[in-house]
Structures are given as structure tokens and as C-alpha cells.
């Protein structure tokens, strides 16, 4: 596939904020391919035996991102889920090095960064009841932010394109996405 003829939207947040409801929305409605990096993870988990918790799949994703490389990763994902789109959405982007590399390799790239209050990103967290997920408190839920892969989650917000509240309903984050698309190179 040749990405410099596709459009990127990568959507980065902290953890509960709302990134895989958004990237399925806009998929589910306007036919954008997704391409799902915590899915891929735990794909990879399964396939090496491991535990796929929320720190073994930072810690794995850490590790593939290092001995790869960062193109090679991506490439990897993409390749996995083959988006038949011209529009690529890539939910959980985590890594600067990552950023860095959607933006050279799509012909075009919007970073979203969803920010959403911690109380209500707690009560998501325990509401989405996955398996990995442990039962936390709150104190404990925002802990987990000390995560280094978390931190640069925190890293690629300076950088992002768009900046959506994770509050907000889904009907005002999409249209604040396909504002910034119709702007560009994307709607062409």
C-alpha cells in the first residue's frame, strides 16, 4: 500500500479518554480504515504467550517499537488490519517516535489529542469491564499515568493538531475532525 497517497489521523489521549469509541465512530461512519495499535499488541501478546495486561502490553509495545524500529512497527500494524481506505484512522498512538513516523510516511497526517477529566475517564475505565483491565481506585487508575509509555502520550498532546475534549459528545468531537479533513488534502 502506498501511504503517501492516504490521509492519517491518529488519535492519542490518556488512558479511558475516549480514543477507541472515537476512532470506531468515524470508522463505523465514514468507512475510514482503522488501524488499532493496542489491538495489534495484544495480537502480538497472544502469539508470544504473554499476558496481555495493561504493563505487559506498554512493555511490549516498548520493546517491539525498540528492536523494530518505528517504521517497521507501523508498517507492521497497517499491514495486520490492511485499511481498504484512503483514510487511515490509528487508534492509541502512544509514541513520539511513532508521530514522527505517520508523518513521514502519510501524504498526509493530523494528530488528535483527546483530553477528558479524570473522574470521568476513571468511571469509563471501570464501565468498559475488560479482562485486562484490573480493578483499580481512583488514586490508583491515575497512577498508572507514571507509565513511560503514558508520559509520552503526554509528549505527543504538545504536538497535536487538534485538541478534542473527550466530554463532549461524539456528534461535536466528529465534527471538529471532519472540519480539520475537509481543510485539507484528505477531502481532495
Not at 5 to 14: D, V, Y
Amino acid at each position: 500500500m502506498d501511504t503517501r497517497k492516504c490521509c492519517a489521523i491518529g488519535i492519542s489521549g490518556e488512558i479511558s479518554s475516549g480514543k477507541t469509541t472515537l476512532a470506531t465512530h468515524l470508522v463505523d461512519n465514514h468507512g475510514f480504515g482503522l488501524v488499532s495499535f493496542g489491538e495489534f499488541i495484544r495480537y502480538k501478546a497472544e502469539i508470544l504467550h504473554i499476558t496481555p495486561s495493561r504493563e505487559n502490553c506498554q512493555n511490549l509495545g516498548n520493546r517491539l517499537i525498540r528492536e523494530l524500529g518505528p517504521e517497521v512497527f507501523l508498517r507492521e500494524c497497517i499491514e495486520y488490519f490492511s485499511p481498504n481506505s484512503r483514510i487511515h484512522v490509528f487508534d492509541g498512538v502512544r509514541h513520539e517516535s511513532v508521530v514522527h513516523e505517520l508523518r513521514r510516511i502519510y501524504g498526509s497526517c493530523f494528530i488528535v489529542f483527546i483530553e477528558a477529566d479524570k473522574r470521568l475517564r476513571y468511571q469509563r475505565y471501570r464501565e468498559r469491564n475488560r479482562a485486562e483491565d484490573q480493578l483499580l481506585t481512583l488514586k490508583q487508575f491515575v497512577a498508572l499515568s507514571s507509565h513511560p509509555v503514558e508520559q509520552d502520550t503526554m509528549k505527543i498532546a504538545e504536538s497535536a493538531d487538534l485538541w478534542i475534549n473527550g466530554n463532549d459528545e461524539l456528534a461535536v468531537q466528529e465534527t471538529s475532525i471532519m472540519s480539520l479533513l475537509r481543510n485539507s488534502v484528505c477531502a481532495k
